[in-house]
């Protein structure tokens, strides 16, 4: 039923190719840092909508709260001082959670099959009941965004409101944004969107406003709209130029095939090995010869 | 009996086929269906407009429950978001108004009557009925009804909070602060 605009792409640990024919709209997920204001509306209607309600923390002396993400607070607002031009205090805030790249390295690094999923509309969504606990979507995540919850050792992030989405809603958090800093729809329609808040912030001075959707990992469904697009970095870390990394890239592209041709020639010598000398037997005298002793 | 051929054709497709799913050997099972994803939750709650009262601003608000009103099934709130038709706030809500759901089901909401007896210091329950006796013979009246009070917006969190325990123990009732000014 509601699963209509949310074909499968793509399958973590799965080598036969998800049905493909059928194409549907690409969704995006639009946020202008330039017009949020910090007042974590999205932090609880994700809360609500997703039925978490994480444990109540103490002050770190910080906006940020909770400080990271964790299994339960899927999104969180990074607040950020910067001090571009002497004098000239930014206070950057950045909603951070899963970008839902176009080339998942969680996606890619997982070994459980089925546990994490592409839609064809760009959405990726972790299948919990499926998830082993094992932890390598972290580490092929280029963004640091996945948490293993220490309830049930399963891996919990933003899902970008799958459920909503596949009836044609946007995400809880896109809804309650009481400054509109938050926009959901085509992704055509949000890169366009994002290049008129370009104009009106270099109209303003920003010289440097841009739109984040990195193409090292393909493009994003979570973009941004940065006044200093050109040091991303400021941002709280956000990469400059994220790539999945290299150790996942090799071992689940390259060796990956090697390693089972290996694993299929142990097999195939231990079976010529049978065939041709035969079982290891052990004589009745070397055994007499223990009782022996 | 096998020919070679046959023997070494049989060994290739069983080596090409362990390679391939390797996984299968090591005991993952590839015949799950695909991924399924967590269902629309409010596929048939009954929705309810309703405005918030948490301030001035008036947000329009949707509220889901359970139950299809049914004589048998009594509702029970699970999902309050923005409502999209109401002009001041187009479906959005701040963080407080996000997080509604927690108020409706909040432990420390008051429920039924308490009492505190003069020179008390707890409450005790009372029944409806006890409450409605003592209303009308005028025991509980012990307030300052012919004066209100107004204090800004622009206090901090301390002199709120210390305003607010000066007009209470006043026993001044009308007492407005903050956003609602």
């Known amino acids: 039923m509601a699963l209509q605009s949310l074909d499968i792409t793509s399958r973590s640990a799965t080598t036969t190719p998800s049905p493909g024919v059928r194409q549907t709209q690409k969704v995006a997920k639009l946020i202008d840092i330039s017009k949020c204001i910090g007042c974590k509306a999205c932090q609880v209607a994700c809360m609500e909508w997703n039925d978490l309600r994480d444990e109540i923390g103490t002050n770190h002396g910080v906006y940020d709260n909770p400080l990271d993400l964790t299994d339960k607070s899927w999104t969180v607002m990074r607040f950020s001082e910067v001090e571009l031009e002497k004098g000239k205090l930014e206070w950057l805030i950045r909603k951070d959670g899963c970008m839902h790249c176009a080339d998942p390295g969680c996606l890619k690094a997982c070994p459980a099959p089925g546990a994490i999923v592409q839609y064809s509309n760009g959405i990726v969504d972790f299948h919990e009941e499926h998830c082993i606990g094992c932890g390598y979507c972290i580490t092929g995540c280029p963004f640091n965004i996945p948490r293993l919850s220490k309830k049930d050792d399963k891996v919990y992030k933003c899902t970008l409101c799958s459920d909503r989405v596949s009836v044609g809603m946007e995400p809880a958090c896109v809804k309650t944004c009481p400054t509109g800093a938050l926009v959901f729809g085509s992704k055509e329609d949000m890169i366009q969107h994002a290049e008129e808040r370009i104009v009106d912030l270099k109209s303003r001075g920003y010289n440097n406003a841009g739109l984040y959707d990195p193409p090292g990992v393909g493009g994003t469904h979570v973009m941004y709209v940065l006044q200093h697009a050109d040091q991303p970095q400021i941002y709280n870390g956000l990469p400059k130029d994220p790539q999945i990394s290299l150790l996942v890239e090799l071992w689940k592209g390259v060796l990956k095939p090697i390693m089972s041709l290996g694993l299929g020639l142990v097999a195939l010598t231990g079976f010529f090995h049978y065939v041709t000398v035969g079982p290891n037997e052990v004589k009745e005298d070397a055994n007499e010869n223990q009782h022996g002793r | ?181």
């Open chain 2, 1 to 181: 009996m096998l020919s070679r051929r046959q023997f070494l054709q049989f060994s290739a497709v069983s080596a090409a086929g362990l390679s391939t799913s390797s996984l299968g050997i090591l005991g993952f099972s590839a015949t799950q269906v695909l991924a399924e994803v967590r269902q629309y939750k409010l596929e048939r709650t009954t929705e309810t407009r309703n405005t918030c009262p948490y301030c001035s601003v008036g947000c329009g608000l949707l509220m889901y429950s359970l139950g299809d009103k049914a004589k048998n099934a009594p509702a029970e709130i699970i999902h309050i978001e923005g409502d999209p038709d109401h002009p001041v706030n187009r479906g959005t809500l701040c963080p407080k108004g996000a997080g509604l759901l927690d108020f409706v089901h909040s432990p420390n909401r008051l429920k039924y009557p308490e009492y505190r007896a003069p020179g008390s210091d707890k409450f005790v329950r009372i029944s409806w009925d006890d409450f409605i006796a003592k209303n009308a013979d005028g025991t509980t009246v012990n307030r300052w009804l012919s004066t209100g009070f107004l204090a800004a917006s622009a206090s901090s969190n301390e002199s709120g909070y210390l305003t607010h325990k000066v007009v209470r123990s006043l026993g001044i009732l009308a007492f407005d602060n903050q956003a609602r000014v």
